[in-house]
């Protein structure tokens, strides 16, 4: 894999990761573009313990435009984009519209004696998986899944050692019933000036677990008893287990783990790398043929903190989807999104059985 950086005409990065070490990524930005708005603000809740991002700058951003004018296709010399190549691989560039970024300003102590103010500081990044508009990361060929792998290895590397990063979160937004506004296949790393409530959640049963049974793994043990069990495994192979988790909250949900565990996508060996994506490309193809059309769906990497109780993580990536039929979503209403109690309509072990008849 060749990677080539270079600056956008706002002062954005961009970096290109090529497939053939002989492509030449010299091609400048000729775009006249405002300055990237600051960081966003950053508010304590006190009642829940969380920071909430305020970025109104994003209110602004592209949502949905046609083909034509897609900011994530190759520039032409017809129409300028956020890639400044006639073609590209995988192409990683700064948001235009970031949650967090490196750009802050000064911000007041405190919004009341309760809530404590402080910049949104830290990176948001857009990850293109190919040139071609039309394209899904379904449809990629293993070598493309293996150089966004990389891709994402790379950036994990690079934004966990950015000051005051605590977490990178790499994760990918498909159909408009999850909300994507660029149709164009790509994903998002996020690098959070904190630890975001899942990932602390995650880690205190972790800690529980280990407390309880002098170090071990939490997340190894699970995946060990579902390997075990076996009704809920979708898909298997020397380095991966896909396998729907026995408590699901959504009604397609599928953790996909390496069975050495590792704190993130850096640590993965060669061969892990390998064969993430023929594993992974299947279940995809899967999620596609449950109704037969493009399933809507976020595929999240959980990864172990950048700084703290790393030996509590176990890397794995959360597929699900919203889908619950052919022509039904699942709506996250009051017992969901006020209580944060997930109620599934369909059993594990009847999601797991027909991604493998998929």
């Known amino acids: 894999m060749k990677r080539t950086a270079l600056t956008l005409a706002d002062g954005r990065e961009l970096i290109y990761f090529d497939e053939r070490d002989d492509v030449v990524r010299d091609q400048p930005d000729r775009r006249e573009l405002p300055p990237p708005p600051p960081a966003s603000q950053l508010r304590y809740d006190p009642l829940t313990g969380e920071w909430v991002a305020l970025a109104v700058h994003r209110q602004t951003r592209t ?68 040139d071609d508009h039309h394209a899904s990361f379904a449809s990629l060929p293993p070598r493309r899944v293996r150089t966004v792998l990389d891709a994402l290895a790379d950036r994990t590397e690079v934004l ?43 880690l205190a049963a972790a800690r529980r677990h280990a407390e309880r049974t002098d170090g071990r793994n939490l997340y190894a043990d699970v995946l060990a008893a579902e390997r075990a069990a076996g009704d ?58 449950l109704f037969d059309s493009p399933m809507p769906y976020i595929a999240a990497w959980h990864q172990a903190p950048v700084r703290v109780d790393r030996e509590l993580g176990h890397l ?34 009847r999601a797991a059985e027909l991604l493998r008849a998929a």
């Not at 948001?95 to 830290?122: C, D, L, Q």
């Not at 605590?166 to 959070?192: D, K, M």
């Not at 699901?248 to 390496?258: D, G, K, L, Q, T």
């Open 316 to 349: 794995h990536l959360q597929l699900f989807s919203i889908r619950r039929a052919a022509d039904k979503l699942k709506y996250l209403a009051g017992s969901e999104s006020g209580m944060g109690v997930f109620i599934n309509d369909i059993a594990p072990e």
């Open 232 to 289: 809920r495994v979708v898909a298997t192979n020397e380095h991966w287990t896909a396998y729907v988790p026995a408590a699901a909250r959504w009604p397609f949900e599928v953790h996909v783990a390496p069975h050495r565990p590792v704190p993130d996508i850096p640590a993965l060996t060669e061969a892990e790398r390998d064969a993430f994506g023929p594993l992974y490309l299947d279940l995809l193809r899967r999620f596609d043929g």
């Open 160 to 202: 966990g050692g950015l000051d005051g990063v605590e977490q990178v979160f790499c994760f990918e937004n498909r159909g408009v019933e999850i909300g994507v506004t660029l149709h164009h296949p790509h994903g998002q790393i996020y690098a959070y000036p904190f630890l975001p409530p899942r990932t602390r959640s995650l």
């Open 63 to 130: 949502f949905l435009p046609p083909a034509e004018q897609c900011p994530l296709c190759p520039s032409t010399a017809d129409r300028l984009s956020e890639i400044p190549a006639s073609d590209y691989a995988v192409a990683v560039f700064e948001n235009r519209f970031p949650a967090f970024s490196g750009r802050v300003v000064e911000e007041p102590a405190e919004m009341t004696p309760f809530t404590p103010v402080r910049p949104g500081h830290g990176r948001c990044e857009v990850v293109c998986f190919t």
